[in-house]
């Protein structure tokens, strides 16, 4: 019987080395899902949040990422909360009558969860 044998450290390179097989199936999925999750994401006034949208992908997984101190929000969604003015009167449009109101506080609704970047991740990997 022959048989040729493939040494372990050169296999583990080209199968999960920087730019091995696994890898490169991670960063592939990465791109696909930077994609979607950009078009799932809500866009509010500035698109920072869609914009700031990233992955880091190695051997070990796949991250998707949005960069922004308020993804957080969007992500996991907020309670019914007041919010109050730090300096003089805020504004807000009231949505009964699309006019524009200075406030002191404002009862807010709180907002529901949108988790745009798992929903992205589980089309890619479905």
């Known amino acids: 019987?022959?048989?040729?044998r493939v040494d372990r450290a050169d296999f583990d390179r080209v199968?999960?080395?920087p730019s091995g097989h696994v890898t490169r199936y991670f960063e592939r999925k990465g791109r696909q899902a930077t994609t979607l999750a950009k078009?799932?994401?809500p866009i509010g006034d500035t698109g920072l949040l869609a914009q700031s949208i990233d992955f880091h992908a190695d051997r070990d997984?796949?991250?998707?990422?949005?960069?922004?101190?308020?993804?957080?929000?969007?992500?996991?969604?907020t309670e019914p909360h007041i919010i109050e003015a730090t300096s003089g009167k805020m504004t807000f449009i009231d949505t009964r009558t699309g006019k524009r109101v200075f406030v002191e506080t404002v009862n807010h609704p709180g907002n529901a969860a949108?988790?745009?970047?798992?929903d992205a991740i589980d089309a890619v990997f479905p």
């Open 114 to 118: 949108n988790n745009f970047l798992q």
């Open 1 to 4: 019987m022959s048989f040729a």
């Open 61 to 77: 997984g796949l991250e998707l990422f949005a960069n922004t101190d308020y993804a957080r929000y969007v992500l996991q969604g």
């Open 15 to 17: 199968v999960f080395g």
């Open 39 to 41: 078009t799932l994401c």
